[in-house]
Structures are given as structure tokens and as C-alpha cells.
């Protein structure tokens, strides 16, 4: 019995970890892309380019600086457990994460002979693992509080740089300097006892973006995410997460001056990870994006209008033994004013996975994210 009741405990808390918005998922940043679907490979005309694309910042003809942040809020509810014979006749599952820093950067055009070339340097979130969950379980006549705090992620600091060779053809490089920390700490009451952790992030990752423009009307993208190491300290012991090679490709369609059509494909191929294929895991994240934009001008500001779907693997099996892919719905909006821009972005996630013996679990999860921009020139 109670072997039973520490399995089903360990795999509801695997299951939550991993469907927090994947941070194994990784994609780029910013509130515009994040409502377009994270379809922004292809597209990549703002300084967030430094995360999607470097080769993108060739479409930049002013300075600008930029700063973005974001937050997550997520809920959860297992049912099927009284089958079971456990003693469990309800379990709750609420999580957030407070209002972080997503990305700042700052961008300059320059050109050294006949060619556009644009450096920048930015500071990007790249794995959040922020959380707070509470997990409220009761057996009928008591309620038992599992509560779990996570603060920090993997961050890079990004100078980049994009050079434009025709009016065709860029590409780009960025260098990302891996830093970050990882402090956890939290208590379970239904076992007992408490617990708290603090891990150090480090490495150096490089990216290589190209853009192709055959016409005003047509973008195609790539970016490529070559191989590292990330590594994990504790005490003065050191682990370390091989990243294997990922890719973006992706394309913009100018349909008309107002109207902009997007679409990616990302593939995280962590299975070809020596970690995960030690632990026996032989699936990848890879994805499909879907975004777009409709710019309405009213006077001297222009409001954008943006949705966008994507599809959200997890590094799990449902009870079928299919890899559970949850669908992602992202709006948003916001306004141009002369130099200004302010944008937002809203992304729900609503799934329900069965992983057998009765065990149903239904979560949504939710992330807002919020960006200004200011060009410094027209």
C-alpha cells in the first residue's frame, strides 16, 4: 500500500514539473512572439531576434533598447485515486511564479563598407524554473499541504552581431554566456519533512541564424543552436547536462502592408542527449508554430492584433505509451506611438493526460507576458 501510494505521489509530481510551460521547450523571447505563437524564426524584426534569429537584426535601422518580463499562473486536479485504495480522496494542485524578467537588450545599426550590420547584446531568460506549488490532498477527514518554492533558471548574456551581404541574404551569430542559479526549498506534510537545495548554472552556447528574403512579401529563417555543455555545481560538486544540436526553421508572409503570416518548426532532439539516453528516455520536444498579425492605425498609433497556436510536447508517456502533447492558444495586442512600443501577450494551456490505473489529470496553465521598446531614431 503504501509503495502504491509513493508511486502515484512521484508521478503526479513528475507529471506537474515537466508541464509548467516545459522549460526543456525552450524557445525565444518576447511578449510580440509569444502572441504570435512562437512563430518568429522567420519573422525576427525586433531586437528579440537576438533569441530567434541573430541574422533578423539586419532589419533593424535604429538603435533601440527593449526589456520584457513574464509571469506564470497554473492549476491542476488529479481524480481517479479512490479506486485505488489509497486513502486519497481529493488532490489540488495550484502554482505561480512571480513576475520576472524575460529579456533586455540593446541594438545598434551600423554599416562598414557596403554592408548592414547590426551588434547588439541582450539578457535573456533561457530555462525559467521558477515555481511555487501547493498541493492540497485529503483523505476525507484531513487536509495535508505539499508545498514546494523554486526560485531562478539558466540565463545567457547574448552579444550578437547580424551582417547583411545583399538585399537577399543575412545571417547572424550570438554567443550565449550560460549564468544562473537554482535555490528550492519547501515541506510535505502528509510525509514529513523538509528539504531545501541551491545549484550554480554555467556554460557558453553559440547560435547561428540566416535569412533569406526572395521578395518584400516572403522571409525564410533558420537558426541553429549548436551543441554545449551546461553545467550544474552543488557544494563543489559538478554534473553536467549535455545539450545536444537543435534547430528553428521558419517564414514570414508579408500577405498584405497590414497583414503578417507566420510559421515554425523547432526541434529539441534531446533524445540524442547522452543524459536522457542514460535514463532511458528516447523522446524529443519538437514543435509546430502557427502565428499572426493584423496592424489597424488610427491617427498617429498603430494597435496590433496577434494570435497563434503551438503545439507543447512533454517529456512524457501517456497510458497508450504516446507522447502527451498538449496544444497552446496565445492573443495579444499593443500600440506604436512614434519610438514607442508597449506589447502584450497572453498564452493558455489546457490539457488532460490518462496515465492509467484510473489516474486522470487535468491541468490549465496560463503565462503573461509584458514588453516596451524605444527606438532611438525614427
Do not use: C
Not at 82 to 105: M, T
Not at 237 to 266: C, E, H, M, W
Not at 279 to 296: A, K, Q, R, T
Amino acid at each position: 500500500m503504501l509503495m502504491l501510494r509513493s508511486f502515484v505521489i512521484l508521478l503526479i509530481a513528475v507529471a506537474f514539473a515537466w508541464s509548467q510551460g516545459s522549460p526543456l521547450n525552450f524557445s525565444g523571447n518576447g511578449a510580440r512572439a509569444a502572441a504570435m505563437g512562437n512563430a518568429f524564426t522567420g519573422v525576427a524584426d525586433d531586437a528579440t531576434a537576438i533569441s530567434w534569429n541573430p541574422a533578423g537584426l539586419t532589419q533593424l535601422y535604429s538603435p533601440e533598447a527593449s526589456i520584457i518580463g513574464r509571469f506564470n499562473f497554473n492549476s491542476a486536479d488529479i481524480s481517479g485515486y479512490q479506486d485505488l485504495g489509497i486513502g486519497i480522496e481529493s488532490w489540488d494542485i495550484e502554482s505561480e511564479s512571480n513576475f520576472k524578467i524575460n529579456f533586455a537588450s540593446i541594438v545598434f545599426p551600423f554599416t562598414v563598407g557596403k554592408f548592414n550590420i547590426v551588434g547588439g547584446v541582450a539578457y535573456r531568460n533561457q530555462y525559467d524554473l521558477a515555481s511555487e506549488v501547493t498541493q492540497t490532498i485529503s483523505d476525507g477527514f484531513n487536509e495535508y499541504e505539499i508545498y514546494d518554492v523554486v526560485d531562478g533558471g539558466v540565463n545567457a548574456i547574448s552579444p550578437s552581431l547580424g551582417i547583411q551581404f545583399n538585399e537577399m541574404f543575412s545571417a547572424g551569430v550570438a554567443v550565449n554566456i550560460l549564468t544562473g542559479t537554482e535555490e528550492g526549498e519547501g515541506y510535505d506534510d502528509y510525509f514529513g519533512g523538509e528539504y531545501d537545495y541551491a545549484y550554480d548554472y554555467s556554460g557558453v552556447s553559440f547560435d547561428i541564424g540566416l535569412l533569406f528574403r526572395p521578395s518584400s512579401m516572403i522571409a525564410i529563417g533558420a537558426n541553429l543552436n549548436l551543441p554545449h555543455d551546461i553545467t550544474e555545481e552543488m557544494d563543489g560538486a559538478k554534473f553536467k547536462l549535455d545539450v545536444p544540436f537543435f534547430y528553428s526553421i521558419g517564414t514570414g508572409i508579408r500577405a498584405t502592408d497590414n497583414l503578417l503570416l507566420a510559421f515554425d518548426y523547432q526541434s529539441r532532439a534531446w533524445s540524442n542527449s547522452k543524459i536522457f539516453k542514460d535514463l532511458g528516455v528516447d523522446l524529443d520536444l519538437n514543435s509546430i508554430h502557427f502565428g499572426l498579425e493584423y496592424l489597424i492605425q488610427n491617427g498617429n498609433a498603430i494597435f496590433p492584433i496577434r494570435a497563434g497556436f503551438y503545439t507543447n510536447p512533454l517529456l512524457q508517456m501517456d497510458d497508450n505509451g504516446d507522447q502527451i502533447v498538449t496544444n497552446v492558444i496565445t492573443v495579444g495586442t499593443g500600440i506604436v506611438m512614434g519610438t514607442f512600443i508597449v506589447d502584450a501577450a497572453f498564452e493558455i494551456e489546457s490539457a488532460e493526460y490518462d496515465y492509467g490505473q484510473g489516474l486522470v489529470y487535468d491541468e490549465t496553465n496560463m503565462r503573461l507576458t509584458l514588453g516596451g521598446t524605444i527606438h532611438f531614431g525614427k
